[in-house]
C-alpha cells in the first residue's frame, strides 16, 4: 500500500497492485484494441455511461462471451423503461458459470453442523449435469419455474445452475422464511418443481422445518413434483439422490440475451412482494464487469459473502464462478459459536475477498472485537460490505482490528438490478465513510426535489441511462404499469432508487440510508405489509405500525405500536406471544424489540400509515417538525403514541 498523508485516506494501491489488477488490463485492451485512451477512472466511467454501445459491447468482447447467435446490434434504444440489450443474440447464464474446467475448486461449503465439503470444477460440472438430466425427467423445460427453499449450501448452486441450463427460472428462499412468507414469493410465479430441506441450523440449534415445508408443498398448486435435497421427515416426490442418480449430458440451451434467468423479490413494503424477473445476458455482463473490474476477483480467488439465499448476494456470490474464481459458501449464525465465526473461516479457507454487512462490521466493533489479533489472514486482500451505509467509525475498526493493509469495498445497489450502483475501485483510495466510485455502465446521480443534479448536497440516487441487469418485467405485471410505478413515476424516464446519496467532485459517494421504511433485520430485509398481514392473524390485534429505528451506526430497534381488541390489555404474556407469532410466521430476526399498545395509528388523509415520521420522532426528531399534523386523518393519534415513550 501506498503511503498518503491524508488523515481520510484508509489505504490506496500501490504501484504494483495498480498495475497487476483486471481494470488496469481491461484499459490497455481498450487502448490496443480500440485506441480508447483514458486520463483516468473518471474520465473512464463518463466514456462508459455515454457511449453505451462502445462500453457494453467491449465488455461482452473482452470477457469473450459465448454468443450462439449474434447480436444485430447492442442496443435497441435508450429510453426507460423498454431498453432492449444485445437484441437477436443469444446465449447461456450457466455455460460461463461452468466454462472453467479442472481440479482446481469451484466451491468451498462450510456450515454450522455439517462436515466441509468441497467440489472441483470437474465435479460441479458433474454435478449440474446430474441434476439437469433430473430436472429434464421431471419435464422441466425453458421457461418453467424452479423454486428452492434451501439454505446456503452446494445443492442450492448446483440446482440453480441446472435449472439456468434448461433455460428454466430460477427462485429461492430460505429455510428459515415463515411458511406464509414463502407463499407469498411462491405462489405470485406458479412453479412446476420445488427442492427443499426439512430442517436447518442455525445458532447452534436443529430448526426442524418438516411440517412448514410440507404445507408449503400443499399450498403450491402448480406443483408437478417436490425434491428433499436433506432429511426424511416430509414428503416429497423425490430426494436429491434420486434427481440426481443419473449422469447427464451438460448441455446448455441457447436463450434470448433477455430470457428470464431468475426472480428475486422486494422486501414487499407495498403488499406482496414485488417478483422481479432478471435476463440470463444481462446479469452475465453486469456481473463480468462488476465482479472482474470492481471487485478483481478472477482465478486464484477464493470470494466469500455472508448470505441466505433469500438474498440478491447469494446469486452475486455465485456469479464468482463467472471468473473462475472459488465460491466460498458458510450456512448458518454469523454469531455462532462466537461473534469469530467468520473470520475464523476466512483464516483457514485462505479467503482472499471478504464480504458481510456492514450491521455485521458494526456489531463486531461494538462488541470490542481484535480479528487481525487472532488470525493472519495472509491471503485476505479485500474486504466487501454491503446491505447498509457502513460509518466512518466501521471504516476505521476494520484497518484498526482487523487488517491495516486491506482494501475495504463499500457497495450499494439493490435487489432490482442484483448489483451495485456505486462501490470499489482498485485504482482509487479508500476514504473512510464514503464509497469510492460510481460503478463503469451505471449513470448514477443524485436529484434534488426538482429533478437536478446535485453534488457536494444530499439526494435521490437517480440512474439517468439504462443499465442490462435492470428487471425484464415484474411477474404478473403484463402492462408494466407496477413496474413504472416501481421506479419511474416520480420522474419518468429516469430509475429513482429509493436511496439518500451524496456525492464528492471525486465520484466518491456516502449513502444516507433508505427513503423509503424497509426493514432490515441482521441482513433479511422484509416489508412493513409483510409484518401487518402476520400480525392480523392475532386475535388481540386490531391494527398496528412497525418502525424499525435503525441508523448509520447500528441496526436500531424494532418498535411495535398495536392497537388491541376490546377489552384486552398489553401484558408480559401477550407481548411474549406477539413477539413469538412474528418470529414464527415471518424470520426469527424480526421479533419486536419493543412493544407498545396505542388508541389509534397515526394515518394520513389518505389511509397511509406513518412509519417514517415516527421513525424521526424515535430518532429525537421534535413531533413539530416530524409530522405535519395538518395532514394526518386522526391528529389526536400522534400525541398518543408519543405519550407511550
Not at 493472519?376 to 493493509?405: C, H, M, N
Not at 439517468?464 to 413515476?489: C, K, Q, V
Not at 394515518?603 to 424515535?618: A, D, H, N, Q
Request: proline share 6%; charged share 20%; hydrophobic share 40%.
Amino acid at each position: 500500500m501506498s503511503q498518503t498523508n491524508d488523515p481520510d485516506t484508509l489505504w490506496q494501491p500501490s504501484p504494483a497492485q495498480v498495475e497487476g489488477c483486471r481494470l488496469t488490463a481491461y484499459r490497455r485492451w481498450l487502448d490496443k484494441e480500440h485506441g480508447l485512451r483514458f486520463a483516468g477512472y473518471d474520465e473512464l466511467w463518463r466514456w462508459s455511461v455515454t457511449d453505451l454501445e462502445g462500453f457494453w459491447s467491449s465488455i461482452a468482447a473482452y470477457f469473450e462471451v459465448r454468443f450462439h447467435a449474434p447480436a444485430k446490434r447492442v442496443i435497441g434504444g435508450t429510453s426507460m423503461p423498454g431498453t432492449e440489450w444485445f437484441p437477436g443474440a443469444t446465449l447461456n447464464y450457466a455455460e460461463h458459470a461452468l466454462a472453467h474446467g479442472g481440479a482446481e475448486p469451484a466451491l468451498v461449503c462450510r456450515s454450522e453442523a455439517e462436515p466441509r465439503r468441497e467440489l472441483s470444477r470437474d465435479e460441479l460440472r458433474r454435478e449440474v449435469a446430474a441434476a439437469r438430466a433430473g430436472l429434464l425427467r421431471l419435464g422441466v423445460g425453458r421457461g418453467d419455474r424452479v423454486v428452492a427453499y434451501l439454505p446456503n449450501g452446494t445443492e442450492a448452486v448446483i440446482a440453480f445452475l441446472a435449472t439456468a441450463s434448461l433455460g428454466a427460472v430460477w427462485s429461492s428462499c430460505p429455510p428459515e422464511f415463515g411458511v406464509e412468507s414463502v407463499l407469498d414469493r411462491f405462489r405470485q410465479i406458479e412453479p412446476k418443481v420445488l427442492i427443499g430441506v426439512d430442517r436447518y441450523d442455525y445458532n447452534g440449534r436443529v430448526f426442524d422445518r418438516s411440517d412448514d415445508l410440507n404445507r408449503i408443498v400443499a399450498s403450491l398448486p402448480t406443483l408437478e413434483a417436490a425434491v428433499l435435497a436433506s432429511g426424511t421427515g416430509a414428503a416429497a416426490s423425490l430426494s436429491w439422490s434420486e434427481l440426481t442418480a443419473e449422469a447427464g449430458e451438460l448441455a446448455f440451451e441457447p436463450v434470448p440475451f433477455d430470457h428470464p434467468l431468475w426472480i428475486l423479490y422486494s422486501s414487499g413494503t407495498t403488499g406482496l412482494p414485488k417478483a422481479i424477473v432478471q435476463g440470463h445476458g444481462g446479469i452475465l455482463v453486469e456481473h463480468l464487469k462488476q465482479l472482474a473490474l470492481h471487485t478483481d476477483l478472477g482465478p486464484g480467488d477464493r470470494f466469500f459473502w455472508y448470505t441466505t439465499t433469500g438474498w440478491m448476494m447469494w446469486n452475486y456470490l455465485v456469479s464468482g464462478l463467472l471468473l473462475g474464481t472459488t465460491v466460498v459458501l458458510y450456512d448458518g449464525s454469523p454469531g455462532w459459536p462466537d461473534l469469530y465465526a467468520l473470520y475464523r473461516l476466512a483464516d483457514e479457507e485462505a479467503v482472499t475477498c471478504f464480504g458481510v454487512s456492514a450491521p455485521f462490521l458494526m456489531a463486531c466493533r461494538a462488541a470490542g472485537l481484535e480479528p487481525g489479533r487472532q488470525f493472519d489472514f495472509d491471503a485476505l486482500r479485500a474486504i466487501g460490505s454491503t446491505g447498509a451505509p457502513l460509518p466512518a467509525e466501521g471504516f476505521d475498526w476494520v484497518y484498526e482490528q482487523v487488517k491495516s493493509d486491506v482494501w475495504l469495498g463499500s457497495l450499494s445497489g439493490g435487489t432490482d438490478v442484483c448489483t451495485g450502483f456505486v462501490g470499489p475501485n482498485p485504482l482509487q483510495p479508500v476514504r473512510r465513510g464514503r464509497i469510492q466510485c460510481r460503478s463503469l455502465g451505471a449513470k448514477v446521480e443524485a436529484f434534488d426535489e426538482s429533478g437536478r443534479g446535485v453534488t457536494g448536497q444530499v439526494g435521490e440516487l437517480v440512474i439517468t441511462e439504462p443499465l442490462p441487469s435492470m428487471p425484464l418485467f415484474l411477474w404478473n405485471d403484463p402492462s408494466g404499469e407496477r413496474y413504472r410505478e416501481s421506479y419511474f413515476d416520480h420522474w419518468p424516464g429516469v430509475w429513482r432508487h429509493g436511496d439518500w446519496i451524496e456525492f464528492d467532485q471525486d465520484g466518491s459517494s456516502v449513502i444516507y440510508g433508505r427513503s423509503d421504511s424497509t426493514l432490515n433485520r441482521g441482513g433479511v430485509r422484509m416489508g412493513t405489509s409483510e409484518f401487518y398481514r402476520a400480525a392480523a392473524e392475532l386475535p388481540e390485534v386490531e391494527d398496528c405500525v412497525i418502525v424499525d429505528t435503525g441508523s448509520l451506526n447500528r441496526e436500531g430497534k424494532l418498535w411495535l405500536f398495536v392497537v388491541l381488541a376490546e377489552g384486552t390489555a398489553l401484558d408480559a404474556a401477550l407481548a411474549d406471544r406477539i413477539r413469538r407469532h412474528l418470529r414464527t410466521r415471518l424470520s426469527p430476526r424480526h421479533g419486536p424489540d419493543e412493544i407498545r399498545a396505542i388508541p389509534e395509528v397515526p394515518t394520513t388523509l389518505s389511509g397511509k400509515k406513518l412509519e417514517v415520521p415516527i421513525k424521526r420522532i424515535l430518532a429525537g426528531e421534535p413531533v413539530e417538525t416530524a409530522v405535519n399534523v395538518g395532514t394526518l386523518q386522526n391528529p389526536e393519534s400522534i400525541a398518543a403514541l408519543v405519550a407511550t415513550l
